[in-house]
């Protein structure tokens, strides 16, 4: 797939000046930090979509720098060593001007100018916290949910390295809260939320010259000719390679010893699927489960309902009636490709597991025709009454945003892999 992803931080910046002796002797501090970061998702490497920029990682620099601006038409190729083996071990060229229509490197795909971070070709898949920490953001960039990296989730990476943080962007499900520690697992799904053109998961680190400035940073570190043209800006970070040895930045990947799928309405278990409120259960209860049989669910037919404010007054609950084994499974929701502008931003999935429940917020809206989104891995118990369910308190709790949504909430279909 050769698809074009652009994130446009059009984010007004407050800009803070500082004296230019406080810059030259943080701009000649030499950063060495070891390697800590594994790969954001399960297993070998992945392509990229588009690389960091050198010359210019960050659009706020547009009006910060008065030596130059992100749109300059140079052109600059580097040819790197490829310690990843994104490219075979052929090497790979970046290119960091403002000529986004070129091809950066070997394997095909994009970079331009003000790109901060690497654009992982992950097409709604799990995303893996790089390294442990607490979760300093899971939210939406901006209120209307249309901008910059849409739903994303920022981690910084305390206590042993406070300094760093790292961002994953265009997410379609989070599955933290801000507040939250976190370890190297699974945080949310890739998605195409935001400013973005498909699927795929933006990651960047981001690393801290003086107390309250984050500014990104190449965790390939920088080996193109002379000075990394980053470090010498205001605020520029050196680069550096962060990632740990193989096989140490390997996440294990799932197996999947098969799949258990519950839809709505399902005639096979029709005591497995309930649709509830606070009048009683079924839809004779609850008119404000809307059944929609155009063909677009899964194995046609869907539900939705609209939102509640904060209150729960309409459910859904897929109970899996017969799981085959104890243990560990992969949750996933389907995603019907139906009503695409009307589709809410911010869905709340309960997982009810084996040691307890857990909330994960998914974006149905940016989804595109139809897809499984991973709710995350969990335990379950054969034969127990462990479900998923949905309300329609589309906004509750530190997840997300505040702001009202209106947007249809869908429910269909609730799969089981087995993982472990
Ligand atoms: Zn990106």
Redesign the pocket.
Known sequence: MQSK?R?INLVLAVIVLFEVSLFLQTSTAKAQTSPFLKRPYYGAAVNWN?VFDHHCPDYADISANPTGTCSEQKTYLYTYPDPDQHLNGLGRILKYDGQNAISCFGGGGFCYSG?T?Y?FDLVYRPVVASAPGVVTASQWWDPNHEMGYGLYVLIQHVPNYPTHRTLY?HLSMVRYAQGMQVGNWQIGTSGTTGNSTGPHL?FELQYTPLPGIWRPKDMYGWSGNGTDPWQSWQFGVTSEWLWLPLPGREQTPPTYYGDFVLDNDDAYYPNSFVLGCNAGVGAGNCPYWYLVNNGNGYWGDLRYTLPNGTTADYWARWTAPNLPNTGQYEVEAYIPYWDINNRSHAVRYEIMYQYGTHTVVVDQHDVGNGAWISLGRYNFSAGSIHHVRVTDAAYVGGYVDPQNDTKKILVDAIRWRKTH
């Open positions: 992803f994130l588009a790109h971070g654009d962007g933006h």
